[in-house]
């Protein structure tokens, strides 16, 4: 008789031990469904478009484009390692002039070889009142050489690019032309956040008739332009 009593007992102490572990395991399962579904951990779901920017880059057209023109790089031969100055420069005085060339806002410049990253600088132009006076510089060290850069502008007072270029600047007499965008003319790129900023300078002066936050001078030649 003692002996079934104790049997009975364990078989009850277990049954009350398998109670609080499902008790348990279902309030776990609870308390992990809830954090799930909280707004913090949320994953976003992939089929939706991100509309927290509505900048794209844009090639642009046949008529917005400018005739690339290859330089000539006599430094390619130099080490690798070496650290080397390099500049890109724009011209913003097309032929003719414009007193409203150039921009009061600051202008950031991003250089690359193809994807690599090579460094950024920003700064204000120059104000051009006539041919003499330099273009605009933007001056960088890497070991890498660049074929491609960026341009942006922080603000809405347009910018005339007629030509743009990157240099390396070799101390000799006359430095070395890696690559041109453009032509030297009255046709130029007009930079600024306001897209209608084009009707100051005109059709002659922009013929695409629109003005962009930025541009993309890609080492294959082509120009894209940033909306």
């Known amino acids: 008789q003692k002996i079934k009593m104790k ?3 364990a078989k009850t102490a277990l049954a009350l031990l398998l109670a609080l572990a499902t008790s348990d395991a279902a309030l776990l399962r609870s308390k992990v469904h809830q954090r799930d579904d909280s707004p913090s951990s949320k994953v976003l779901s992939n089929d939706k478009k991100d509309t927290t920017s509505d900048g794209r880059w844009v090639l642009l057209k046949d008529s917005d484009e400018k005739v690339p023109k290859e330089g000539t790089n006599d430094a390619r031969r130099l080490d690798e390692r070496t650290l080397r100055a390099f500049r890109v420069g724009f011209d913003a005085y097309p032929t003719g002039g414009h007193i409203y060339a150039t921009t009061n806002d600051d202008i950031t410049v991003v250089l690359y070889q193809n994807d690599l990253y090579l460094g950024s600088v920003v700064k204000k132009s120059y104000h051009h009142v006539s041919p003499e006076i330099n273009d605009d510089l933007f001056y960088f060290q890497s070991v890498h ?26 101390g000799a007499p006359l430095d070395t032309t890696i690559k041109t965008w453009g032509v030297d003319n009255h046709a130029c ?12 300078f005109g059709y002659l002066y922009v013929p695409a008739q629109r003005c962009y936050r930025g541009f993309k001078f890609h080492q294959d030649g082509k120009v894209y332009g940033y909306l």
């Open 7 to 9: 049997l009975l007992n």
């Open 145 to 170: 050489e660049p074929n491609s850069f960026t341009v942006f502008t922080h603000g809405s007072d347009g910018y005339l690019i007629d030509e743009a270029y990157i240099e390396e600047d070799t």
């Open 189 to 200: 790129w007009c930079l600024s956040q306001d897209p209608n900023d084009w009707k100051a």
